[in-house]
């Protein structure tokens, strides 16, 4: 059974930093795509970053500069860097990865989410 659980969120004044981490486990053959949404209150749930297994990078327009993704394969985690964080950063943020195990394919799996909060 394949699990992903996050940690690092909070609660962090405007201009503030966080980073967040994802590790991937259980019984696994292999890890694709790893990748961070988001969902503010009462909006559908966004894409912010994602990264592929080469390590290739894609950011929504509006956390461009600010955040960084990265990913450790040895640990089958993923990483979110937050930086200069803005009130609108404030949202469950959920890890998302697509793994395939000895009973399915690639399939994607999802977090349990974890709370950002930008405030003064």
């Known amino acids: 059974q394949v699990q992903l659980v996050e940690s690092g969120g909070g609660l962090v004044q405007p201009g503030g930093s966080l980073r967040l981490s994802c590790a991937a486990s259980?019984?696994?053959?292999?890890?694709?795509?790893m990748g961070w949404y988001r969902q503010i209150a009462g909006k559908q749930r966004e894409l912010v970053a994602s990264?592929?297994?080469?390590?290739?990078?894609n950011y929504v327009d509006s956390v461009k500069g600010r955040f960084t993704i990265s990913r450790d394969n040895t640990k089958n985690t993923v990483y979110l860097q937050m930086n200069s964080l803005k009130p609108e950063d404030k949202a469950v943020y959920y890890c998302?990865?697509?793994?395939?195990?000895?009973?399915?394919?690639?399939?994607?799996?999802w977090g349990q989410g974890t709370q950002v909060t930008v405030s003064s």
């Open positions: 998302n990865a697509n793994i395939a195990t000895v009973t399915s394919g690639l399939r994607p799996y």
């Open positions: 259980g019984s696994m053959l292999r890890v694709s795509g």
């Open positions: 990264i592929t297994s080469g390590g290739f990078t």
